[in-house]
């Protein structure tokens, strides 16, 4: 076990540089199973969970190897559709092998995904896309199996935009027989990512990015080299610690029109941010000013920034609203960021954030990915030492944090406990 401590009171300055975006590495890597042979994915981030989801098609008889920021991943002799359920249940993510392994072996049987307790987030949707398609599913002890002959196009309606059924069905229709349609499909950057590696595998993908996309089914995809996106996520944490501390930094390798809903809001709270073709330079003001912050799926404010920027306006000049409309049980960070003086009411999925002069260091936790990074944020802004345990959640999705934050001014030590 180890734990992050961290002395707060240092401004941030200097600049970072954002890696590969998680949330679309993954689904590149479960994607490579679409084609038999060798695909590489530049600019992957190293993770715990792509550690995982490498170890997920290894169990497969596919084979990994990570080298210099590029993942190379060798799919041509899959000897098994049955992933380990430990695997399985230790990373939500991986559940988005069902729709690559159901198209180009007609069965896969794995267990009930795990991940961050941040709220139910169904797999009905998935299901409800793949028995459009003509495939069978059961459900029996924890474990879905699900077993086609032959994919079929169909019209498929999403009742919520889910980013991760979308990309399953997306991938399960790129070799289908005919046109799937999906409306109301998520139109995150990541599903474009997605879109876009397949398209270079040789599937016809159109409407990527809006809400309704179109697949062609092909009768076989090719390996493909591609280029992971920067992590917006990523991206957003660096400039709310800048805006946390009234400190300045330059964030590199970023896509600003992934960031808008972000910059948008740090703009209104009073940071100066000025937009480069791949970086955003932050100025946050000495006090930052209060905000109604509501997540919505993209284009709107991302459910995965809502700790960081909670963290953020704990000490603002007023009494900040925050809203969550995508996960029920987002709110957990509130109770870690109280132990350290912040003044949260919880009510519903709605949290009034009164600021406070200070915060003090504590004992916390990480008690997800994204609430990890509130409290890194936390931290830098409250008097003294404050300690972050359970922060494998935070290695899940940010690659090298410890160093990037030490190269800006963060006042943070790794130990072992």
Known sequence: MKKILIEGGAKLLGEVTVSGAKN??????????????VSCIDDSPWLSDVDCMCRVLESLGASTCFDNGTLTVNTRNLSSSEPPGELVRKMRASFIVMGPLLARTGRVCMSLPGGCAIGARPIDLHLKGFEAMGARISIDHGFIEASTPHLFGSRIYLDFPSVGATENIMMAASLADGLTIIENAAMEPEIIDLANLLNVMGAHIRGAGTNTVRIEGVEKLQPARHTVIPDRIEAGSFLAMAAATGGELIVNNVLAEHLQPVTAKLQEAGCFMEIGYDSIHILGPDKLEPLD???????????????????????????????????????????????????????????????VSRLKGAQVNATDLRAGAAMVIAAQMAKGVTEIGCIEHIERGYEDFVTKLEKIGTRVKLVDV
């Open 293 to 355: 912050v509501k997540t919505l799926p993209y284009p709107g404010f991302p459910t995965d920034m809502q700790a960081q920027f909670m963290a953020m306006l704990a000490c603002c000049r007023g009494a900040s609203t925050i809203t969550e409309t995508v996960f029920e049980n987002r709110f957990m960070h509130a109770d870690e960021l109280m132990k350290m003086g912040a003044d949260i009411e919880i009510d519903g999925n709605c949290a009034i954030v009164n600021g």
């Open 24 to 37: 679309s590495v993954l689904p590149l890597i479960a994607a490579t199973l679409l084609a038999e042979g």
